[in-house]
């Protein structure tokens, strides 16, 4: 279990955004995007729309070390982990992990063929419909 001194917590403060909000993502979500991303879906005027993120490795940085000639790596130092200790966004062994889409927006062919042959933008004008939902009440 993650130790809880060690905890970084995030608390809305003024000004609040309390309206609906619609996060588009897709597998070119990465890093901080795919942060955030999993940190407001458990928000209750959140939704996720588009398909599964990166599964990217998502840890927080802080080792550095210098190389030869002037030039620095840094390296992570720590998970982003759950309140139960779970790995956050991070693929396991078997190519799990990512942000799950609430509304999911699978790559099929119909999809790619409306996306890149008919030029229309899936994710968007179904985040739309969602956000639409959302301020009606549905």
Do not use: C
């Not at 890093?31 to 840890?59: C, F, M, Q």
Request: proline share 7%.
């Amino acid at each position: 279990a993650p130790d809880p001194a060690l905890a970084v917590k995030i608390e809305p403060a003024q000004p609040y955004f309390n309206r609906p909000v619609v996060i588009l993502i897709d597998e070119s979500t990465l890093d901080a995007a795919e942060g955030i991303a999993a940190a407001l879906k458990h928000l209750p005027n959140v939704r996720t729309v588009g398909d599964d993120t990166s599964h990217a490795s998502y840890a927080t940085t802080g080792g550095g070390m210098t190389l030869p000639k002037g030039h620095t790596v840094f390296y992570p130092i720590g998970r982003a982990l759950d309140a139960s200790g779970h790995i956050l966004i991070e693929s396991d062994k078997e190519g799990t992990g990512g942000i799950k889409p609430d509304v999911n927006i699978e790559n099929s062919l119909d999809t790619l063929q409306r996306q890149f042959v008919q030029n229309e933008d899936i994710v968007l004008a179904r985040g739309q419909a969602v956000l639409a939902d959302m301020i009606a009440g549905k």
